[in-house]
């Protein structure tokens, strides 16, 4: 009984998480309304935040800027690649070109309540500048790569199911260099699930 419960339980989980990345994957690749494109003169990183799986295994890093609009006080919240601000901004915090780097990226609401409060409180120490999204929102430049990367784990979990239909067949054999590879790719799948959460 308890092992069919937890079948069960894993079931679930698998179709919340199946569900859940093919939507919001879906709903971020079609939102025109939340997506914004601004100019910026300058930009700094305010915070970085290293992810890691039960604090053992490391998973990636977020890092967020202040970027400020060409001719305004406005600043917006930006959650990008490190190789993006090396790239676009030198030493002084000055967009490397003259006329500014436009970037289009989509507003998500900080949903870790951690990361926010950390956000707002170091946003509040810095004076003159104007949020027009707000302190809870940050323009997420990756969206389009995490958006992907979802639905490739939708395509990856489908596969996953069929190859374990394929090895529960008994009349089936199948070696056991197949079967190490399923669960390479399971393990992978579930690193790739944890990363597109964070």
Known sequence: MKKKLSSVFGIL???GLFTYFLISAVLALTNKKDLHTINLAGAFEILEVEHAINGL???GTDHYYIGI???SYDAYIIKASKRWFKNNFDSDYLARDADGIQITALADK???GKICRELQ???AQIEELNYPLGTE???NKGY???AIMKLFIVLFVILTIIAAIALRKPERKV???FSTCWIVGFIIAVIFMFICLR
Do not use: A, F, M, Q
């Open 175 to 177: 070696n056991s260099v």
């Open 69 to 71: 609009e060409e001719g």
């Open 137 to 139: 929102y940050c323009l």
């Open 57 to 59: 295994i490391p998973i």
């Open 13 to 15: 989980v698998l179709v």
């Open 144 to 146: 389009k790569v995490n």
């Open 110 to 112: 900080v949903h870790d």
């Open 121 to 123: 409180s170091r946003t």
